[in-house]
């Protein structure tokens, strides 16, 4: 069983930088990608960007784009997320998640989560 762990929140100004890391510990990360989500306070969770681990391509919710980068390293089993231009409607809990299927984006296609780290962003 893969357990993850985010790391890496914290509070930033409007217009400054984070970069969050996902630890996959227990054994090899063998799925097709990872994904990261947020969840504000009162609001779904939803899609930020995911990343496919053999080829590494990315995608990204338009929200992100251009601001909001997703990479891996693969000796590692991480992924990260570098968030640059943040602005307060960035605030939210950041979860990463790992799919065992090659589609992306929804929730009920991850079946591993971490438990989040906060991220919160002034203005």
């Known amino acids: 069983q893969v357990q993850l762990v985010e790391s890496g929140g914290g509070l930033v100004q409007a217009g400054g930088s984070l970069r969050l890391s996902c630890a996959a510990s227990?054994?090899?990360?063998?799925?097709?990608?990872m994904g990261w989500f947020r969840q504000a306070p009162g609001k779904e969770r939803e899609f930020v960007a995911d990343i496919f681990w053999n080829s590494g391509n990315p995608y990204y919710a338009d929200s992100v784009k251009g601001r909001f980068t997703i990479s891996r390293d693969n000796a590692k089993n991480t992924v990260y997320l570098q968030m640059n231009s943040l602005e307060p409607g960035d605030t939210a809990v950041y979860y990463c998640?790992?799919?065992?299927?090659?589609?992306?984006?929804?929730?009920?296609?991850?079946?591993?989560w971490g438990p989040g780290t906060q991220v919160t962003v002034s203005s």
């Open positions: 998640a790992a799919r065992s299927v090659f589609s992306y984006g929804r929730i009920q296609w991850y079946d591993t």
């Open positions: 227990g054994r090899t990360f063998s799925g097709r990608g």
